[in-house]
């Protein structure tokens, strides 16, 4: 529930990556001459190769034309894409235009749209219900289906049929991929004696280790949460849950929301949830009502983003401090036979209005899940600074949504790795962390507005109110547990029928 999210980080956030939030820069990235680049044979058999078209798929136009993408990407990085995909296909010319990922995204799009100026192409941002009623998106089934690459993906995205919006068509997908982490802080495990947990952690072991590192006498809390285990809990405890709310791809199951629900409202108020931001609480334990808890070194779990790691977990203010925060991954309730795992996902889709939708769906895959776009993705994340000198990999780099072991490997060398050749302290200390959170996240679920239609009004007219009646009113949320699934169910219906006729 994206409501559930702590100011102070946005605003650490937005001041690493303030170039990233220009509001309305639009590039257009025209072919670059290589006539002086020389060639091997070998190369050119390889560039021939690469640029063959997959099997199955229709071949893309010989005809002059242009592209135009929006989005809500890295500014620096995606006219470097625009140019490589250029690069392949000389007589496409793409036009990419960024606008900050606020309020205002999608009320831009849609007035692109009103204006005669749709998108060939672009990305969604957040609730699916705005695109889909406003028939923006294009059916792209027929090159999803039909492309080897598209197989070759995060597991659950085909799975869950993600973007299919519970229809037989595939209208978006995701385009990047922001696995949850628990980031365990070593040196409150060690200052407090505490065995870091087993990165095979199940749902006790964790709500074990959150109390275990709750030290009043050292003014220490076990946690404190960007994102909910009351999210968290239905994904860990049920194998077919695919959403929010139990969500199984057709309908919501509350019983396992309710048990998370429930169990959020005793941590807080058994005083193992740090202080919430902002509060008389907040000031009196760390001195500052506007101090952030993940901030202060006196918390033994941040339940956050992958962004934050690089963002600001891996700087130099957070090491100058002592903070040792290594990610776990959201574990799941022993014997539920769940493997799956809690994310972040961003989607896109090709225009309902484009001329050219074979070209628009390689444009998309490129900039999103595909691993040539990723590839040199890589080498835009190793290379490239903004206008103001920060490197693009530290202003929320995704993790690949390719399965493609070259790019993990590519992508793994940004992070600690105890299976480094050249291995540091650091890799060995971290090292074993990072390599089994990899191991572990690609199975994602994805927050319920991205995927589920009519989600966004059930969260704002139904539940509003409910997690707080539990926390502080000492209700039951297993009382609520009906009534609310009948409602998020009703809601569903409702919003497939406006946005499909169903």
Known sequence: MRNMKKMISLLMVLTLSITMFTSCAKSTVKEEDTNDTTVTETEAAETEAATEEPAGLPEMTTENITLTYVHFDNATLVPYLAEKFMEKYPNITVETQYYPADAEYNNTLLNMVNNGETPDCMMILGNCDFALSNQLLGDMTEYWETDPESQNVLPTINEAKMGY?????????????????????????????????????????????????????????????????????????????????????????????????????????????APYFDTDENEAWLGDRTAWAGNSGKLGFQLDAWWTYLNLFDTDEYKAKGIEFVPYTTPVVEGSGSKNVFGVLDFGGISSGTEHPREAYELLKWMGWGSEGWKYKLEAYSTLKDEAGVDIFRQSMPLPITLDETIWDGIKAFYPSAEKENATEEDLK?????????????????????????????IAEAYAGIEDSVRIDGKNAADYAAELEEKANTYNQEAMTACFGE
């Open 165 to 273: 919006y519970g229809t037989d068509k595939k209208y978006a997908s995701p385009m990047k991929f922001f696995p949850d982490a628990i980031y365990a802080d070593m040196a409150v495990f060690d200052k407090l004696n505490v065995e870091m947990p087993s990165t095979d952690w199940s749902w006790d072991e964790m709500i074990n280790s959150f109390k275990a590192v709750t030290s009043p006498s050292d003014g220490i809390y076990g946690f404190n949460q960007f994102h909910s285990i009351v999210t968290y809990y239905p994904v860990a405890a049920d194998p077919n849950c695919i959403g929010e709310f139990g969500w199984d791809g057709t309908s919501f199951h509350m019983e396992n929301w309710a048990k998370g629900v429930n169990q959020w409202a005793e941590l807080v108020n058994g005083k193992y949830h």
């Open 430 to 458: 971290y090292g074993p962390y990072f390599d089994a959170f990899f191991e572990k996240c690609i199975n994602v679920i994805p927050f319920g507005d991205t995927q589920i239609p009519g989600f966004v009004n059930f």
